[in-house]
């Protein structure tokens, strides 16, 4: 379906559905209409049946109710599904189903992001927002990128496989992959939508997005049958889920960790509902078939961190969490102790061998207080970061066998 014919259609579908008789309503009815722009993707629509629709009383009924739902959803026009056929206030999500690479018929930007008076002088709260201008720009900007056909594809990929590995940095096959990175932006958009409320802006998860796209693209071989865009989908939704997880965390958790943490919070909810309870570490842990230790201790990595400027009284702004807890750093006894643990571990460490002693010396700061990644260290070291989490393990390991009890808290640390 062609944008003017998918127009018409939502515009036969909003007023064949809904009305409402008051002579006033209906008089301001196009300007309510036309100041929000996902209405604005039915203007063809909405003219072309607007007088014969004046004209029947009866099916004037629940425009203003339509109006309020959009009012209060806020959905920019974007996202709208290819078939109409049921009201838009229901939902206006696009399927992961409906992505097709080469679907032309998939117009994600509408309308009235081509039309500059209508995108930028007019807004719906009458106020200009930067980060909506942005938006609107980069959305009219893909929508003039064209799409590739299957076809098309395979004669890139045909065409880069033909230059040959030796020369896969040359500026032709950059400009061929770039122009299928340009041509499925969309997806991009799309994908990145889905994720939108969880504490990113949607142009930051577009960002990440592009960067799971770039990969994909990278990656992608022609040869075994799957279509781009699903192939491409799980490189996208996995660096935006990447992404999430890393920024809107105050501490860091692993990337590794993040699947297991999601298998423990569907086990919780799942017995939940089983039990009528909530469900306890030990009962967890024999769902997952794991130990009652790790299960604890994934459940202390899950907690949300608080803020220590957080009040704890509505009325009293100083009243905070960081005022009423202690300062146990300044208590000599405490520091006394671990300065005692850290040259009990200093101690082990130096009985490792050389590789585990600079691994864990360097993983946790042990000489210098910077505290590195795996994949900062494994590019320091030039090994894998599989490499390097194998190393870690096992010096862990090794330090837990010898049994000193002083320790004992250290390694529960290192193995968070």
């Known amino acids: 379906m062609r944008p003017n014919d998918r127009t018409l259609t939502v515009g036969k579908l909003l007023f064949e559905s809904y009305g409402k008789t008051d002579s006033d309503f209906v008089f301001n009815l ?71 690479d080469g ?12 039309d500059e008076s209508l995108a930028f002088n007019n807004p719906p709260n009458g106020n200009r927002h930067s980060g909506d201008d942005i938006l609107r720009i980069y959305f009219k900007d893909v929508g003039k990128i064209p799409l590739l056909k299957e076809e098309e594809l395979k004669k890139i990929y045909k065409r880069i496989n033909e230059i040959g590995n030796k020369k896969k940095n040359s500026d032709e096959v950059r400009n061929l992959k770039n122009r299928v990175i340009l041509a499925n932006l969309r997806l991009v958009i799309m994908l990145a939508k ?5 504490g990113m802006p949607l142009l930051d998860l577009i960002q990440a997005g592009n960067i799971g796209l770039m990969k994909a693209v990278d990656r992608f071989n022609y040869r075994l049958g799957f279509k781009f865009s699903t192939y491409a989908s799980k490189w996208i939704m996995a660096a935006i889920t990447r992404t999430i997880s890393c920024e ?78 202690p300062d146990e750093t300044s208590i000599p006894s405490k520091i006394a102790e671990s300065e005692l643990a850290r040259d ?21 700061g042990l000489d210098d207080g ?47």
């Open 30 to 100: 196009p300007r309510k209409l036309f100041a929000m722009p996902v209405y604005q993707i039915a203007n063809n629509g909405i003219m072309a049946t607007l007088e014969s629709m004046l004209t029947d009383s009866q099916k004037i009924n629940k425009i203003a109710a339509a109006i309020e739902c959009f009012r209060q959803n806020g959905d920019h026009g974007f996202g709208l599904k290819k078939s109409a056929t049921i009201p838009f206030c229901e939902g206006s999500e696009i399927e992961e189903e409906e992505i097709e």
């Open 103 to 114: 679907d032309e018929d998939l117009d994600l930007v509408p309308e009235v992001w081509e």
């Open 194 to 198: 889905k994720f939108s409320g969880r």
């Open 248 to 325: 809107i965390r105050t501490v860091r958790i692993p990337v590794n960790v993040i699947p297991v943490l999601v298998r423990v919070d569907r086990s919780s909810r799942k017995l939940t509902h089983d039990l009528g309870r909530r469900p306890t570490i030990d009962e967890i842990a024999k769902d997952l078939g794991a130990l009652s230790e790790e299960i604890s201790r994934l459940a202390h990595i899950a907690q949300k961190a608080i803020s220590l400027e957080f009040p704890f009284d509505e009325k009293d702004d100083d009243y905070t969490l960081g005022k009423i807890l």
């Open 344 to 364: 009990a571990l200093l101690r082990a460490v130096n009985e490792l061998g050389p590789c585990q002693r600079l691994v864990l010396t360097m993983r946790y």
């Open 370 to 416: 910077i505290e590195r990644t795996q994949s900062e260290v494994a590019e320091e070291l030039d090994l894998s970061r599989q490499r390097i989490s194998n190393i870690e393990r096992k010096a862990i390991e090794r330090l837990r066998t010898q049994k000193k009890e002083e320790l004992h808290g250290l390694l529960q640390a290192l193995c968070q």
